[in-house]
């Protein structure tokens, strides 16, 4: 079935330091892709999604571009902040159901 | 408007111990989730029910059983407890199956413990 993988963490920054998280994705045809976010002690919730190539996902300063080319949906943020210490989840939607990545622990340093 | 909702929040049992865990949702949704969150393995989708009244089985439903009491609430049951069983789980929700263009929205999680 398909499937995504990201970038295993920890990830440790500085906060205003540029993050990235690689994700690939293998799929049969073109699937949306989505980025989900765990802040500590709570449930996942949508950060930003893409549903066809070149679409471009934006959110809280955050950003993904739907690669099909490099069956990629990486995510960055050009300025971290403390408070984006969080998990992150790459997905991808496959018939009925969302597959997630392991997820990426990020921690932000003041 | 409390979105989807999980009890209990934390619960430690025997191996061999059954219970409930329940969830609702206030959103009007069709299509309801169980998860478990493993440390390396992101989530895994145990059971869905598209809409009331149907329930199938995810990547991952030894052990477990559901119910669709009505639209609002969907509960997770171990009958028999194992320490595999050891995980968090989080309920979620969406407008129809996989939510419109994917959006699903979780509850704050259960962390299970068996012992």
Redesign the interface.
Known sequence: GDSVTQMEGPVTLSEEAFLTINCTYTATGYP?L?WYVQYP??????LL?A?KADDKGSNKGFEATYRKETTSFHLEKGSVQVSDSAVY?C?L?D????S????TTVTVRA | NAG?TQTPKFQVLKTGQSMTLQCAQDMNHNSM?WYRQDP??????IY?S?SEGTTDK?EVPNGYNVSRLNKREFSLRLESAAPSQTSVY?C?SSVG???A?????????TRLLVL
Request: hydrophobic content about 40%.
């Open positions: 949306s989505f002690g709570e449930g996942l919730q949508l999604k549903t989840f997905a939607r018939d009925y159901k969302l997630f990545g392991a997820g | 989807v989730y390396g393995m992101g989530l895994r989708l869905y598209a995810g989080f979620a199956l996989a939510g263009l994917g959006t699903q929205y979780f509850g704050p999680g």
